[in-house]
């Protein structure tokens, strides 16, 4: 059995607490390893160490950091297979998707790795004579990457990898469930040749660790991956001492169905965005907006197409969903199946935890689907996180974008259509930071921004260039060789006086 340790200035550490928890497997309630809780004089030292080692890192050459994170690249290429049944076991997703998790890692390690010799600022001429004007990137110094534990290997990746390049230092918090592909991946960074301090671990809980986090005076940039209730407290308390804040919090998604739409393609995106992770993608799609000319139809082939998902372990190839992270997950589904039901919600299939034969070891919930959901309902507007579609009658395309519009989150969105019309109309008015067209809500790629509008966070985004934004701060340099005393916007300029 694994112990996962802490990780401080290049040591593998005991937690001051001395203490372990269980890492359990959901889909079978096996023991796989044993993880430190961390305290608060942990996390001191963990950001001890960032904070020194950002004083070498940040004048490291771009360039050479990125062949560190190029090497991690290779090595997690190299892992892949076993990494992702790894997190299978550790989370329960299916082995396939695990790859996926993986893949995000390694396609970020190369991005960011190629940003190592660009990380571009710009020169842009000055107002007075002999004189040169730049703006160029800064790193910020110790960042605190605190994660979720349903893209236990993307998402630290996607924090890590640009704050790395960029000439930061970091100190990661991973979620509690997910302690193994923390290890896993710091181990990673360890191999590659990442000097001590750069990259520290501390595990634990968010109200222990985390919150130290928050707090640390030397702590400058907080990149938080959580619920929306989470995410408030973080800003709350990690913005009260001005420190950069970056939240990606939950989703909402919805994906339109138009009367024009290619309803085999239908069926096959939203089973596959509605369900996949078990319903535990911050993208997942959790509303359907069905026209009304194909309701009927729609309700009825993706409830069809519901009651035949083969649940199980997700390293067993027939199994189309795993189980939920843990117990907590499942009661939260099972209220929620309550509240539709109460609210007048038509449940046209599952409802229940599924429990027959080897199912009973693990936290497995029937993928679950209710029609007849009007935009007011709970159901319709709260963030369950499991395998729960909710389907809500349309008229309209107009309707359908309200619709859309009108809950707190703004992740992502979808429409089916085959009229360009109703395509461009909904990319122009779908207020979410991702939309997709013929597509369902899941599958951003990494080199494009992730993240969402309204309380799906604060107007960062994750991946592509955007996360330079986050991890980067401009310094706007004046150098003037002109040897005498130049006072811009007071002194004028005069054509004839240029020689
Ligand atoms: P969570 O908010 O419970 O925990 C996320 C992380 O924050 C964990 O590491 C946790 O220990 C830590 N944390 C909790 N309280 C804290 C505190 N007071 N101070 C500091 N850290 C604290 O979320 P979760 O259940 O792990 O993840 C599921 C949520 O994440 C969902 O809402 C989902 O939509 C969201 N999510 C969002 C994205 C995105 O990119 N927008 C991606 C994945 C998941």
């Not at 269980?22 to 030292?45: I, K």
């Not at 630290?156 to 896993?184: C, H, Q, S």
């Amino acid at each position: 059995m694994t112990v996962y340790r802490n990780y401080i200035n290049g040591r593998w550490t005991e937690p001051r607490s001395g203490r372990y928890v269980d890492n359990v497997n959901p889909a079978t309630g096996e023991v796989l390893g044993r993880a430190a809780v961390g305290t608060e004089e942990d996390v001191a030292e963990a950001v001890a160490a960032a904070k020194a080692a950002f004083a070498r890192w940040r004048k490291v050459p771009a360039p050479r950091r990125a062949e560190i994170l190029y090497r991690v690249g290779e090595l997690l290429r190299e892992r892949k297979e076993e990494l992702a049944r790894k997190m299978t076991q550790e989370m329960g997703k299916v082995l396939p998707e695990a790859r996926g998790d993986v893949q995000e890692g390694i396609d970020m390690a190369y991005y960011m790795a190629g940003e190592g010799r660009r990380l571009l600022g710009y020169t842009t001429p000055a107002e007075m004579p002999d004189k040169f004007a730049m703006a160029v990137r800064e790193p910020i110094g110790v960042v605190a990457a605190i994660t979720p534990w349903n893209f236990p290997m993307a998402i630290p990746t996607w924090k890590i990898m640009p704050a790395l390049v960029a000439g930061n230092t970091v100190v990661f918090k991973p979620a509690t469930d997910t302690p193994w592909m923390a290890y896993e991946l710091v181990r990673i960074f360890e191999e590659a040749g990442l000097p001590p301090g750069v990259l520290n671990l501390v595990y634990g809980p968010g109200e222990t660790v985390g919150e130290a986090l928050l707090r640390h005076p030397d702590v400058h940039l907080i990149s938080f991956t959580g619920s929306v209730e989470s995410g408030r407290h973080v800003n709350q308390v990690a913005g009260a001492q001005l420190k950069r804040v970056h939240l990606e919090l939950g989703g909402k998604n919805a994906v339109i169905v138009m009367d024009d739409a290619d309803l085999d393609l239908v069926e096959q995106a939203v089973t596959w965005s509605a369900f996949g992770t078990t319903g535990q993608r911050c993208t997942a799609t959790s509303r359907l907006l069905v026209h009304e000319a194909v309701y009927d139809q729609v309700v009825e082939r993706l409830a069809a197409r519901a009651a035949k998902l083969r649940l199980g372990n997700g390293l067993d190839p027939q199994t189309d969903v795993g189980p939920l992270i843990n117990g907590r997950a499942l009661e939260k589904v099972a209220y929620y199946v309550d509240v539709g039901q109460e609210e007048g919600a038509r449940l046209v299939v599952g409802g229940r935890p599924a429990t027959e034969g080897e199912l009973a070891r693990g936290f497995f919930f029937q993928p679950t689907i209710f029609a007849d959901v009007t935009p007011d309902m709970r159901i319709a507007n709260e963030e369950i996180f499991g395998p729960v579609l909710a389907i809500i009658k349309v008229r309209s395309l107009e309707e359908a974008i309200a619709v859309n519009n009108g809950v707190q989150y703004g992740l992502s969105s979808a429409i089916f259509t085959r009229d360009v019309r109703n395509a461009f109309v909904a990319m122009r008015d779908l207020a979410t930071g991702i939309c997709y067209v013929n597509h369902g809500t899941i599958g951003a790629e990494i080199h494009l921004p992730f993240g969402g509008m309204r309380a799906t966070g604060n107007g960062h985004r994750e991946a592509g260039l955007a996360a330079l934004e986050v991890y980067t701060e401009w310094k706007a340099i004046y150098v003037d060789f002109s040897g005498r005393l130049q006072r811009a916007q007071i002194d004028e300029v005069k054509i004839e006086d240029i020689g």
